[in-house]
């Protein structure tokens, strides 16, 4: 086994989730692709004490479901095996392991909305769980052939990427990314009590509200990896247009040049210039799935290009990126919604964040 997976499950089961006796761990994969890093978590987690049981998808499971179905009850039934380990784990470690990024791309976006139900049911258990602090979960990627491909690069390269990215080649990871939690925090402390936050560039001229709202410091615990700072606006406050850089990607569907209009929190206007019909369809999904539940910004200087997974690409140090639909409790957001899909602008050519009036970021930089 790669001597980096060994590295990267001691430090999701050691630091990630501080993995302790007694813990009850799930670890969910996929699809069977990540097998060796689903065995390096299984054996950590024995190791600390901790009760592990592991949950693999099937390969393609989705597009099987699709292709067998179109009962919307069929499609969107929750799996009442991950339902009682949603209810009932201390941990949940979730591994993507995507072997085609684009499987789902053919399919009618009405009945991927009705596969997403399950799913979407279980991440807002999830949400609530973490919300009230009784539920420690990360999100984390093995690399395969298939985001190799979409990210324009061999699997060796890939695999190079996401464990860089991870900091797993560093003698000690854990050091590392307490730097991180050290450097995001100064930005999270500073923005305690603000009010008012403006982006604007050449893509973006947005407003809205942070009054209330908490700013979290994202440094390798929910996600690995890591590096970000979220809030969650005040869902009324959103005004403004933004032309999202990148493509975006929800539900195994490529989105390209989405732009947004917000009128009180509203996205009261949207087009794209490929699949616009998917993305109407999931602006309609519920009432919340046209206001953000979620305004970051990337802080992982390690995360330079764009490779279609948003675990890294919202990472991008240098952007900003916002979600439409559920938001995180813990920053004190309220919109609720069965999606959560994170669109990314990039700000390094010119674009500003300006803070109760005062200039915070400038071309991809904080400068406080």
Known sequence: MDKRIEKMARTLINYSTAAKPGDKILIRATSPAAEPLVQ????????????AFTY??????????????????????????LELMYQNADIVIRI?????????????????????KGLSDLMSMQMRREGEGSL?????????QGYAQTAGMSLQQYQDF????????LDDPVAAWKQVEAEQQ????????????????????????????????AKGDANFPDGEIFTGPVEDSVNGWVKFTYPAYYGGNEVIGVELN??????????????????????DTDAGSRYLGEFAIGANKDIQRF??????????????????????????????????????????????????????????????
């Open 162 to 169: 996401v464990y860089h990215a991870c900091k797993v080649h």
């Open 40 to 51: 390096a978590l299984y054996q950590e987690a024995l190791r600390a004490g901790a009760y």
């Open 307 to 368: 490779t279609g997974s948003i675990l890294f690409d919202e990472k991008i140090g240098g952007t900003i990126h916002m979600a439409l639909g559920q938001g995180y409790a813990k920053t004190g957001s309220v919109n609720a919604s069965a999606i959560h899909w994170d669109m990314i602008c990039d700000m390094r050519d010119g674009g500003e964040i300006l803070v109760d009036g005062e200039l915070f970021y400038k071309n991809g930089a904080f400068i406080i």
């Open 136 to 144: 420690r979960r990360c999100t984390t990627l093995f690399p395969t």
């Open 186 to 217: 100064r930005l999270v402390d500073y923005l305690a009590g603000k009010k008012h936050l403006r982006a604007r560039g050449s893509n973006i001229d947005i407003e809205l509200s942070i009054a209330g709202r908490s700013f979290i410091n």
């Open 96 to 116: 993507e392991a995507s072997e085609n990024l684009r499987a789902l791309s053919d399919y009618p976006p009405n009945l991927q909305k009705a596969r997403a």
């Open 262 to 283: 917000f009128e009180n929190g509203r996205v009261v206007k949207a087009a794209a210039q490929k699949n616009q019909e998917y993305l109407l369809n999931a602006l």
């Open 56 to 81: 693999t998808h099937l390969r393609d499971e989705d597009s099987l479901a699709l292709e067998a179905t179109d009962n919307p009850a069929l499609l969107g039934a929750v799996n009442p095996m």
